[in-house]
């Protein structure tokens, strides 16, 4: 008899994803508090400088330091709707099957992407 191929990982398998996703979300929404303390700090610069020359130098390296924390914040809401619709999947019994081939994706893929939807190998001819 042929060996039969798994076509979803177990309930158990399951529940060890599902915890890993908890735990970076919990992570994500430490960090991105984190970044929205810094951007409230830095909106809050003081206004007693009196040399108006390095003060626009100031206000320019403050704005493009808001920037970058603003698109740090952006990135990590992204990562974590991305690992919430990961948990939707796990709920609806389509977490770990490649979108694009219908396998399973590598419980090492997984681990270390857990919000991916499609295997390495799908990823890769994606790129080319």
């Known amino acids: 008899m042929a060996k039969e191929e798994k076509t979803r990982y177990s309930d158990a398998e399951l529940k060890e994803f599902e915890a890993l996703i908890l735990d970076k979300i919990e992570k994500a929404k430490n960090e991105l508090d984190i970044l929205k303390k810094t951007l409230n700090k830095s909106g809050d610069s003081g206004t007693d400088s009196t040399a ?10 403050d704005t493009a330091e808001r920037e970058a924390i603003s698109q740090l914040a952006s990135r990590q809401q992204k990562f974590m709707i991305n690992l919430e619709n990961a948990l939707v999947r796990i709920k609806n019994g389509t977490y770990g099957i490649c979108k694009d081939t219908g396998e399973l994706i590598s419980k090492d893929r ?5 919000h991916t939807t499609q295997c390495i190998e799908a990823k890769l001819n994606q790129k080319s």
């Open 52 to 61: 108006t020359g390095s003060k626009v130098l100031e206000d320019g390296a």
């Open 110 to 114: 997984l681990r270390a992407v857990p």
